[in-house]
């Protein structure tokens, strides 16, 4: 009998492992260790956290313990001792515009534009200079921790191309401006490269294209008009530099009458698709029509510093809970992609300004690194921060360098001292775009060796007339 009793008990504990081990559900990997620095609605901080990820998506989060007991998964990475964050997202580049990086600093706005950014584009910008330059700026901006940007260039579609391959996502505008440009001699040449640009890319898993005017005062009120109305047909978002210098709002107010964002609402360009690069000059009325309108924000402060264009008003845009977010704008006025330079800069230059160090805390500058910056680029269902049903975008960044410890506050240590070489893992899509500091889809030693071939090419084109 006592036998009997052993056997039994013996029997229902097999089955009841096996019913616990056929409850766990196979994912593709799972992130196990470290802290996971959620960004979701309670912003959750979870300490030994775990991520699961399945296929494209995150389909856990929770403790180690809790995670390992729900999922098993072939693929795991150990993040123990680092943080696991929501990728970056850098809300304003022009990505190949990395191979002008350093050409001429030190300028203001109209004179760098006019004497030496257009000329050196207008002699040196084919489909193989785009394709360069953007591997160049994807390579960066990966190994920084980045999984999305948004873009605004010519060539758009080689753009998407590298992009994709890179397996990198981002929000590609093809410019759209009132002159002859290196892809699109007209207007006409330009609105059906874009229309078909749209069409070529639109249900992509990484890629959202999109149209982009440069700004108001390089684009015609009809020209703007048609671009609105391709966006309505298209559901595509619109990415425009809008208010970045005081001369565009004397030049806008002199044409129209009206301040840029006052013009542009008053024409009805502004919606929920539109994301507006800069917004350095804009009064407190322009701030709530840009809120009431939805428009999402790329506030770029390395750029506008070393532009000298202004300071755009970021606490003010916070205080009415704006969708504004972190770009760096293109190398060539920065002169990097790095977003943990910007969320540093963006912290403190509010400071100077405003003189009050509360303002823009270190919180807030992670925050629009990521929701907040996808809440700029309209995407804030699908990335910007690490929740199930959303996309895998997730870096693990070390947190053991002597530049971080010792660590007391976790935004304090990712805003304030934390820096792009602490970056280890890139996920994106649930794929692993960069595994302990190797890019596993882009070739660095090609990539370095074709971006100085075009310095040699460009400072050449320069010289002779
Ligand atoms: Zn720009």
Known sequence: MEKLKILLVAFLLLIFQQTIF????????????GTVVTMDASKRLIENGAVAIA?????????????????????????NGKVVIPGLINTHTHVPMSLFRGIADDLDLQEWLTKYIFPAEA??????????????GLAEMIRGGTTTYCDMYYFEDAIADETF????????????????????????????????????????SLIVPAIAPHAPYTVSTEHLNAIK?????????????????????DDISKRYGARPVEYLARIGFLNNRTIA?????????????????????????QSNMKLASGVAPVPQMLARDLPVGLGTDGAASNND????????????????????PKVVNAEQAFEMATIRGARALHLEKIIGSIEAGKRADIAIVDFENLNQTPFYNIYSALVYSTKASDVRTVIINGKTVMRDKRLLYLDENVIKKNANAYRTK????LSSK
């Open 55 to 79: 296929k494209d998506k995150i389909v856990a989060v929770g403790t180690s313990a809790e995670i390992n007991r729900q999922f098993v998964s072939k693929q795991t990475i150990n993040a």
């Open 165 to 204: 391959k890179a397996g990198m996502r981002g929000v590609l505008g093809e410019t759209v401006i009132d002159f002859e440009v290196a892809d699109n001699k007209t207007n006409a040449e330009a609105m059906a490269y874009t229309e078909k640009f749209l069409n070529k890319w639109k249900n992509n």
């Open 458 to 461: 460009i400072i050449n084109s």
């Open 123 to 136: 002699k040196n910008v084919t489909e193989a200079f785009v394709r360069a330059g953007t591997q160049l």
């Open 22 to 33: 056929a409850q766990k559900k196979a994912v593709d990997l799972i992130v196990s260790g």
């Open 277 to 301: 690069a800069h917004v350095v000059w804009a009064t407190n009325a322009e701030l709530d029509l840009l809120k009431n309108l939805g428009v999402g924000v790329a506030h770029n402060p």
């Open 229 to 249: 109305k391709l966006s309505d047909k298209t559901g595509a978002p619109v990415v425009i530099h809008v208010a970045e210098t005081q001369t565009e709002v």
């Open 337 to 356: 992609l790095n977003m943990w330079e910007e969320m540093d800069t963006a912290a403190k230059l509010h400071k100077v300004v405003s003189g009050d």
